[in-house]
């Protein structure tokens, strides 16, 4: 069951009855509205709630080599704007931690850091993986509260992350700027658009940016279909074309391919079969990873247009947070501080209307939210006549 958690504007700071401790720490990939919502959790949490507030450096390694930064009046100051993490962050996960070429299972480490700073909660801001280690830890005992960040858009349960509308904005504008190459060159402009295995970011950028063919992952793509929707838009007076292409879009044959390497991930049951499934999808990745250059060269092939690559990359992660990621970083830090000061432990304090939502860890871990196929801004990319693909 989840509990509604919505702060009233006109409620008043609580005084404290006993000070809790609390850590935070930024976990994945960095994103626009890391600092908003630390200086949201810790502003609450200090300010109203009397806490005392302490980060870890790097995500999950900080923590494990007790790296701590004091978040008080003075660190959390200035922060609202400004892009990054104040605190580092890394990919790494407590149970498998590499240090140096070996992989440790860093538990332990993390539990007596726990302990040694009295903590009453860990704050973990992350994406799906942050997610599944913040559950982790819950069942190992610790007191968790998580926030979903990504410029991705894909953690479950949430109507969405910060850093996505941020992101959204910059892929939206780069979009724009690529129409006066493609134009002024008769040029097809494929745009690689970040969103890791889900096509949020695509969609939405390539919608508003009035991309002519969009690709995501969730709609597997016919490359004849696609240089047929250029071809078409070239005999009607247009000979040229953006693509928008999310990074992990794939053509119909490859996302077979791929479906069938992560069933093989599924079924593996011995340590041994994990880690060659592991390694095989790994391998499968990388080789996918230069998908948007064959894309170009092919539609180039296909449509006798001269082809050209743009890939967004880290720029969409970087610098200040828009105003709507500001004030949702807000809005979630600041209800993850009231829920620690209730006692609520164990959840994602999810986005959910113009309120907040605590969520069970259990029920978002290891999940992932794709576009669906219903969803309205695909059925209105149709509509204004964008390719889809399919
Ligand atoms: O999750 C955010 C994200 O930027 C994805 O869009 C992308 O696939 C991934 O992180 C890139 O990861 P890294 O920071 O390891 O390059």
């Given at each position: 069951?989840?509990?509604?958690?919505?702060?009233?504007?006109s409620?008043?700071?609580?005084?404290?009855t006993?000070?809790?401790?609390?850590g935070?720490?930024?976990?994945g990939?960095?994103?626009?509205?890391?600092?908003?919502?630390?200086?949201?959790?810790?502003?609450a949490?200090?300010g109203?709630?009397?806490?005392?507030?302490i980060?870890?450096?790097?995500?999950f390694?900080?923590?494990?080599?007790?790296?701590?930064?004091?978040?008080?009046g003075?660190?959390?100051?200035?922060?609202?704007?400004?892009?990054?993490?104040?605190?580092?962050?890394?990919?790494?996960k407590?149970?498998?931690?590499l240090?140096?070429?070996?992989e440790?299972d860093?538990?332990?480490a993390?539990?007596a850091?726990?302990k040694?700073?009295?903590l009453?909660a860990?704050?973990?801001?992350?994406?799906?993986?942050?997610?599944?280690?913040?559950?982790y830890?819950k069942?190992?005992?610790?007191?968790?509260?998580?926030l979903?960040?990504t410029?991705?858009?894909d953690v479950?349960?949430?109507?969405?992350?910060f850093?996505?509308?941020?992101?959204?904005?910059?892929?939206?504008e780069?979009?724009d700027?690529?129409?006066?190459?493609?134009?002024?060159?008769?040029?097809?402009?494929?745009v690689?658009?970040?969103?890791?295995?889900?096509?949020w970011?695509?969609?939405?950028?390539?919608?508003?940016?009035?991309a002519?063919?969009i690709?995501?992952?969730?709609i597997?793509?016919?490359?004849?279909?696609?240089?047929?929707?250029?071809?078409?838009?070239?005999?009607g007076?247009?000979?040229f074309?953006?693509?928008?292409?999310?990074?992990?879009?794939m053509?119909?044959?490859d996302a077979?391919a791929?479906?069938?390497?992560?069933?093989?991930?599924?079924?593996?049951?011995t340590?041994?079969?994990?880690?060659?499934?592991?390694?095989?999808l790994?391998?499968?990745?990388?080789?996918?990873?230069?998908?948007?250059?064959?894309?170009?060269?092919?539609?180039?092939?296909?449509?006798?247009?001269?082809?050209?690559?743009?890939?967004?990359?880290?720029?969409?992660?970087?610098?200040?947070?828009?105003?709507v990621?500001?004030?949702?970083?807000?809005?979630?830090?600041?209800?993850?501080?009231?829920l620690?000061?209730?006692?609520?432990?164990?959840?994602?304090v999810?986005?959910?209307?113009?309120?907040?939502e605590?969520?069970p860890?259990?029920k978002?871990?290891?999940?992932?939210?794709?576009?669906?196929l219903?969803?309205p801004?695909?059925?209105?990319?149709?509509?204004?006549?964008?390719?889809?693909?399919?």
């Amino acid at each position: 069951m989840s509990t509604r958690v919505t702060l009233l504007a006109s409620e008043k700071p609580e005084a404290a009855t006993m000070t809790k401790y609390i850590g935070v720490l930024t976990s994945g990939g960095d994103c626009p509205g890391l600092n908003a919502a630390i200086r949201g959790v810790g502003k609450a949490a200090v300010g109203s709630f009397g806490m005392e507030v302490i980060g870890f450096r790097d995500g999950f390694r900080g923590l494990m080599e007790n790296r701590t930064v004091p978040l008080d009046g003075s660190t959390l100051s200035g922060i609202l704007t400004l892009g990054g993490t104040i605190l580092g962050t890394s990919r790494d996960k407590p149970y498998r931690m590499l240090i140096g070429d070996k992989e440790i299972d860093a538990t332990e480490a993390i539990i007596a850091n726990y302990k040694k700073h009295h903590l009453d909660a860990l704050v973990c801001l992350g994406g799906g993986g942050t997610q599944k280690n913040a559950l982790y830890l819950k069942e190992k005992g610790l007191n968790i509260v998580t926030l979903p960040k990504t410029i991705d858009n894909d953690v479950a349960l949430t109507d969405v992350t910060f850093g996505f509308d941020t992101a959204m904005g910059i892929a939206t504008e780069a979009i724009d700027r690529l129409h006066s190459t493609a134009h002024s060159h008769h040029r097809i402009v494929v745009v690689e658009i970040m969103g890791h295995r889900s096509g949020w970011l695509a969609l939405g950028a390539g919608i508003a940016g009035g991309a002519d063919v969009i690709l995501i992952p969730e709609i597997p793509y016919d490359l004849d279909r696609v240089a047929r929707a250029i071809r078409s838009r070239s005999r009607g007076g247009k000979p040229f074309s953006i693509v928008a292409v999310a990074e992990g879009a794939m053509s119909e044959p490859d996302a077979a391919a791929f479906r069938a390497a992560g069933k093989k991930k599924e079924k593996a049951k011995t340590k041994a079969e994990k880690k060659t499934s592991r390694a095989t999808l790994a391998a499968w990745e990388a080789a996918h990873a230069g998908n948007t250059m064959r894309l170009a060269k092919q539609l180039e092939e296909l449509t006798h247009l001269e082809s050209r690559v743009t890939i967004l990359g880290y720029v969409q992660r970087g610098g200040t947070p828009s105003a709507v990621d500001r004030l949702l970083a807000t809005r979630l830090g600041t209800a993850c501080a009231r829920l620690i000061q209730d006692g609520a432990y164990g959840v994602m304090v999810a986005a959910r209307g113009d309120g907040t939502e605590a969520v069970p860890l259990e029920k978002v871990a290891g999940k992932r939210k794709l576009v669906p196929l219903d969803h309205p801004w695909i059925r209105s990319a149709r509509l204004v006549g964008t390719s889809l693909g399919d």
